[in-house]
């Protein structure tokens, strides 16, 4: 109990003491994980005992009654499957041929593993979507719609969203657009409509079905681009979950650039609504103003400046008081005449001697576009674009966009990724470190408890085949993997040890205490531990199947690292209980071998007494 409890302590530690993002989601589970293990240790030595002594009691199963027969049944059958499994470990230990299988079939996991994930079985990303009911859908106009237009045809795209049974609210912002990288847009030509579906038990269509629904209705309208985000697990809209921000000195550079990762994602399988992150320019009126002329004429840029803003923008420095209340007069051309941007290089601008000097006598005045915005990242030019992962992970997505985009960027830019592929890759970088911490502080337990260096690697190769299981079941299940799966698989490491440490320390004392050779203690210890490795492994399975096939709201969180326990315990637990006792074997010999002593006084060549097991 000491060992399987310091076991599970050694594994979440490492975890709680992960920073970052990973960190603010795992902290808190690591650290009610290791409280609560550390509590029941000290229930199982003081409670426990004092319950089992008042109450417990011997029972002598009878054929008298229905219980009696389905008890004794099932313990003929549990009998004759120890005995089947002894008779395993026996023909398994009885040459070299038969333990080269064993170790040949474990490693053999790994490389059916590398083919999952080859065949892009299992995908990879960061949080798994949830169907929330809730997400966001940003519509786009073209460029040179007015703000009036665009609020008349959101509203036309509000009543297209109530006709549907499973609307039940819809929350509009016309003008205005949010984005985690560039924050939140002020355009006349954008709106942006939160949507929030009735509960998932209450329609037929999932979130997903019903975005994808509205939006192939929105793009009926003329010059319309629509995209949809899902509500993430923190509460907001998500971004694309492949987001790539490309950067440089050169504006120029970094837009060409931005274009060939923006064609690529577009011929990539499995990508959809990619997209830049600069609009596309709107049409604006320019003027090059010729500064020899200019100055001739005795004016400044300055002054042209302030004229133009007055006439087109207006100024409000007058104010009109009533009492004590001030308004504000804003002075300026009607609408009409601002409207006829055509004719500014009629516009009179005053010089210092009072002269009237019209705009187009210093100035080329032409129609053209500009940006809509200008973005930077660390100080540099730079445009992000981004892309919906359709049947991949995000992450599986970036590695296929690496391996194209090698050195075919113009020359002085760069790419990073950020959101969901930068979260997935510190974040199973992170949690991979916590597992590899986890493993080494329960070996250096494990060589404590047992005083030996030797037989706690017998018991980590338990760890190495669980993965397998997990990833079948994940495979199977078709679930992706994400850092909550990866959370079940840094559980397996403590879940699967306790079968290793009850086999091996059962074999130690058959060998120390009752002097059985190395063989017989093997197949005694396997039979007599079968038991409570087959209790517990099935009673942890069961307890995950609510989670893993559950359709409540968040499920699709939990599902993976239910299955992955699922899985990883399963397969361990058939493969465990062959595999140990072959290492322990191996290992034993290999301590014969060198002579090798405990400081307990236990030797491996010491003299022994034969068992029988018939």
């Known amino acids: ?49 004092i319950l089992a002594s008042r109450f417990a009691k011997v029972q002598e199963l009878t054929k008298n009654s ?30 070299a ?40 859908v940003t519509v786009e106009f073209p460029p040179s719609t007015k703000v009036e237009e665009t609020n008349r045809l959101t509203q036309q795209i509000e009543s297209i969203m109530f006709e549907m049974p499973d609307v039940k609210r819809v929350l509009t912002n016309v003008g205005t657009s949010s984005s985690a990288f560039t924050g939140t847009q002020v355009l006349n030509n954008l709106a942006e409509m939160n949507v929030y579906l009735v509960p998932a038990n209450q329609r037929k269509l999932t979130t997903d079905q019903v975005g994808n629904n509205i939006k192939r209705k929105v793009m009926a309208f003329s010059g319309a681009k629509v995209r949809v985000n899902p509500i993430g697990i923190f509460g907001s809209a998500n971004d694309s979950p492949v987001q790539v921000v490309i ?5 120029e550079s970094v837009i060409k650039g931005g274009k060939m990762i923006e064609q690529t994602l577009l011929k990539m399988v499995g990508t959809s609504d990619v997209r830049l992150s600069t609009e596309e320019g709107k049409l604006e009126t320019r003027l090059e103003v010729d500064r020899q002329k200019l100055s001739a004429l005795g004016l400044t840029i300055g002054e042209v400046g302030s004229a133009l803003r007055i006439a087109l923008q207006g100024n ?67 445009v992000v674009i981004y892309a919906q ?56 337990i494990m060589v404590a408890l047992y005083d030996s260096y030797f037989y706690p690697l017998v018991n980590l190769f338990s760890v190495l085949v669980a993965p397998f299981g997990a990833f079948l079941a994940l495979a199977l ?8 799966t990866m959370l079940g698989l840094i559980m397996l490491i403590g879940l699967v040890m306790k079968n290793a440490i009850l086999l091996v320390d059962r ?62 315990l399963t397969g361990s637990m058939f493969l465990t209980l062959v595999l140990v006792p072959v290492i322990y074997y191996i290992f034993a010999r290999l301590r014969e071998i060198v002579g090798v002593k405990n400081k307990t006084g236990f030797s491996d060549n010491v003299a022994v007494v034969p068992h029988n097991h018939n």
């Open 507 to 568: 074999a130690n004392s058959n060998r120390l205490e009752r002097g059985m050779d190395l063989r017989s203690a093997l197949v005694e210890a396997g039979e007599t531990r079968l038991r409570p490795i087959v209790m517990t492994t099935v009673a942890m399975v069961f307890g995950m199947f609510p989670i893993a096939f559950s359709h409540s709201a968040g499920s699709e969180w939990k599902a993976g690292l239910a299955l992955a326990l699922i899985g990883g």
């Open 477 to 484: 299940g078709m679930r992706s993997m994400s850092i909550f």
């Open 1 to 49: 109990a000491l060992s399987i409890t310091l076991v599970d302590v050694a594994v979440f530690l490492p975890l709680s003491l992960v920073s970052g993002l990973i960190g603010n989601i795992m902290r808190e589970f690591a650290l009610v994980v290791v409280v609560s293990t550390l509590m029941s240790l000290v229930v199982s030595f003081t409670i426990t005992p």
């Open 66 to 95: 229905l219980m009696g027969r389905i008890g004794l049944l099932f313990e003929a059958g549990f009998t004759w499957i120890q005995k089947e499994y002894g008779r395993i470990i026996q023909w398994v230990l009885k040459n």
């Open 389 to 444: 992962p359709v049947g991949k992970g995000a992450a599986d997505i970036a590695d296929e966009l690496d391996k194209i985009l090698k050195d075919k960027l113009p020359q002085g830019t760069s790419y990073t990724y950020i959101g969901d592929v930068k979260n997935a890759r510190e974040g199973f970088g992170d949690m991979g470190i916590a597992m590899l911490g986890g493993i080494i502080f329960v070996y250096l």
């Open 97 to 136: 041929l038969t333990k080269a299988m064993v170790i040949v079939l474990s490693l053999s996991t790994f490389f059916i593993i590398g083919v999952l994930f080859s065949l892009k079985l299992i995908p990879v990303e960061f949080i798994t979507q949830s169907d929330r009911g809730e997400f966001t």
């Open 247 to 251: 950067s440089g000195p050169e504006r």
């Open 316 to 382: 409000d420095d007058v104010k009109y008081r009533e009492g004590v209340t001030e308004y504000d007069i804003r002075i300026r051309l009607d609408e009409n005449d601002r409207n006829q941007t055509a004719e500014i290089g009629s516009m009179t601008v005053q010089n210092r001697m009072g002269q009237q000097i019209e705009i187009q006598q210093f100035a080329t005045i032409y129609q053209t576009t500009g940006a809509t915005k200008l973005e930077r990242r660390d100080r540099i030019p730079a």
